[in-house]
């Protein structure tokens, strides 16, 4: 079994390594509450994103999606690597469809984590404020939030020692003190359930 320090390691490069590359994009999303054809693309590639079966981390991935399943699946990847995370051996595959992407970590050829970001669209009209994002309690779900404030710009998930974790960020439809583009909001869940938020720049 893999210690529960390297594998929070993992876990946490994978996610902050694509949420930043997130942040740097300026990309505008509609303003009409139908979806446009780049929309409607996006979200096919959330679907077949949801699709993607991870295994526990915890146990060598053992049960997650293989990388020819997985590339069955999405098609021809955009990029492939392979390095080491705390002595283990990490293999990243990014796939994009418009300004989304898509990442798949593998870890003894099984998927472990998965990351989709740079969404980007119009969210829902339930636009997150200061007021909002405090209404947002611990131990609420995660459909629950998705209904309140739409999609995330951003979506990480995980399974480590049976837990199912989700890492949601924000940054469109949110309501910004400044016009920096520093704006964003994170909600941590675990078993469906809210553990942790943070916050950055939200009016009230």
Wanted: proline share 1%; glycine share 6%.
């Amino acid at each position: 079994m893999i210690k529960i320090k390297k594998v929070l390691s993992v876990v946490g490069v994978s996610f902050l390594a694509i949420a930043l590359g997130g942040c740097s994009s300026n990309n505008k999303s509609s303003n009409s509450n139908t979806l446009t054809k780049t929309e409607l693309q996006k979200k096919a590639f959330k679907e077949k994103y949801d699709e993607i079966k991870l295994g526990d981390i915890s146990k060598k991935g053992v049960g997650g999606a293989s990388i020819t399943e997985t590339t069955e699946l999405l098609g021809k990847p955009k990029s492939t690597k392979t390095t080491l995370v705390n002595g283990l051996k990490i293999k990243t595959i990014g796939w994009t469809k418009k300004s989304a992407a898509l990442v798949v970590q593998f870890y003894n050829k099984k998927a472990i984590t998965k990351t989709i970001t740079n969404f980007k669209w119009e969210k829902t009209a339930g636009k997150l404020t200061l007021k909002s994002y405090n209404k947002v309690k611990e131990n609420s779900s995660y459909a629950s939030l998705v209904k309140k404030h739409g999609q995330p710009d951003t979506l990480n998930e995980n399974i480590v020692m049976g837990k199912k974790n989700k890492i949601a960020f924000y940054q469109t439809k949110t309501k910004s003190k400044s016009d920096n583009n520093s704006n964003r909001v994170t909600f941590v869940f675990s078993d469906n359930k809210l553990v942790s938020k943070t916050k950055a720049e939200l009016s009230k």
